[in-house]
Nanobody, 123 residues
Framework: QVQLVESGGGLVQAGGSLRLSCAASGRIFSIMSMGWYRQAPGKQRELVASMSSGGNTNYADSVKGRFTISRDNAKNTVYLQMNSLKPEDTAVYYC?????????????????WGQGTQVTVST
């Protein structure tokens, strides 16, 4: 079993910063890709940023230059540093990881999601 726990959301004024964290625990053999998604009320969930196992990153156009994704492999943790926040960044943010887990007889890869953390940016 694998669990992802997020932290770091909250209320911030426009122009401010927040740092989200997402830590994975459990039977982890390795972590492939990591990413952050967000879902605003009435909208579909969208990719914000992702990072491959090799360190390649990808960002939504709306956050380029403001958000930075990073990872700490030793801690099985992914971060999202969010600067120059705007009201339109308000959403529930979810982390997602593609993790190779294991049993006594096999390894398998699955996608896991965090529980979500609310980010609210006020004007």
């Amino acid at each position: 079993q694998v669990q992802l726990v997020e932290s770091g959301g909250g209320l911030v004024q426009a122009g401010g910063s927040l740092r989200l964290s997402c830590a994975a625990s459990g039977r982890i053999f390795s972590i492939m890709s990591m990413g952050w998604y967000r879902q605003a009320p009435g909208k579909q969930r969208e990719l914000v940023a992702s990072m491959s196992s090799g360190g390649n990153t990808n960002y939504a156009d709306s956050v380029k230059g403001r958000f930075t994704i990073s990872r700490d492999n030793a801690k099985n943790t992914v971060y999202l540093q969010m600067n120059s926040l705007k009201p339109e960044d308000t959403a529930v943010y979810y982390c997602k990881m593609a993790i190779v887990s294991y049993t006594s007889t096999q390894r398998y890869t699955s996608d896991y999601w965090g529980q979500g953390t609310q980010v609210t940016v006020s004007t």
